[in-house]
C-alpha cells in the first residue's frame, strides 16, 4: 500500500469515527508516563469509548466540508492530539477525562482542547461543567423506568390504603381496651 492510499484509509477512519460518534473529546496530553496513559485507555475501553492519538493535519482533511469544519474546532487542532469518541453514551469520555483530572497532575498533563457533540463544537472549560455533568445512558434508564413504574406504584400504595386503616384502627381499638383494663 502506498503512503497515500495509507493516508487516505486513515482519513476516511477519522471521518467513519465522526460520523458514528454520538460525541467526541479532543486532547491534549504532554508528559503523562506510560502508566497513567495505560489506565486511561484501560479506563477509556472499559466505557466502550475509541481513544486515538490523531496527526492534526488527516483530522483537518476528514472534517474537510462538513459541520465541524470550522474555525473553533480547527483551531484545537495544534500540538500532540488524541481523540476520545463515544458511539452510545455522549458523556462516558467526558466522565472518564473529568475522574482522570481529579489528580492536579495528572490535569496539567492532560488538558481538554474542546469536544464535539451532535456535530455542534464544545468549548474546553463545558466538557467538565456541562458534557461530564450528563446523565448516562444507564441513568437515563433508570430514570425513564422510575417514571414509567410510578403510576403503577401510587395505584398499589391506593389499593392497600383502605386495609392499612383498618388495620391501625384495629390495633388502636385494641390498644385502648388494654388500657382500660
Do not use: H
Not at 497532575?105 to 463544537?121: D, P, S, W
Amino acid at each position: 500500500m502506498s503512503a497515500q492510499a495509507e493516508k487516505a484509509a486513515q482519513v476516511d477512519a477519522i471521518r467513519e469515527r465522526f460520523e458514528n460518534a454520538t460525541s467526541a473529546v479532543l486532547l491534549q496530553f504532554r508528559g503523562l508516563d506510560v502508566a497513567s496513559v495505560t489506565a486511561l485507555r484501560n479506563d477509556f475501553r472499559s466505557a466502550g469509548v475509541d481513544y486515538k492519538v490523531v496527526k492534526n493535519t488527516l483530522v483537518k482533511l476528514a472534517v474537510a466540508d462538513t459541520a465541524l469544519d470550522v474555525d473553533g474546532f480547527k483551531d484545537a487542532l495544534v500540538g500532540e492530539t488524541a481523540i476520545a469518541w463515544s458511539y452510545e453514551d455522549p458523556s462516558a469520555a467526558a466522565k472518564i477525562v473529568k475522574e482522570f483530572r481529579k489528580d492536579e497532575i495528572q490535569a496539567e498533563k492532560l488538558t481538554i482542547k474542546c469536544a464535539v457533540l451532535e456535530n455542534a463544537v464544545m468549548e474546553a472549560d463545558r466538557v467538565e461543567s456541562v458534557l461530564a455533568t450528563m446523565p448516562g445512558k444507564d441513568e437515563v434508564r433508570a430514570m425513564l423506568l422510575a417514571q414509567l413504574m410510578a403510576p403503577a406504584q401510587s395505584l398499589v400504595r391506593q389499593l392497600t390504603a383502605p386495609g392499612q386503616n383498618l388495620a391501625y384502627l384495629l390495633d388502636a381499638r385494641g390498644r385502648q381496651l388494654e388500657d382500660n383494663g
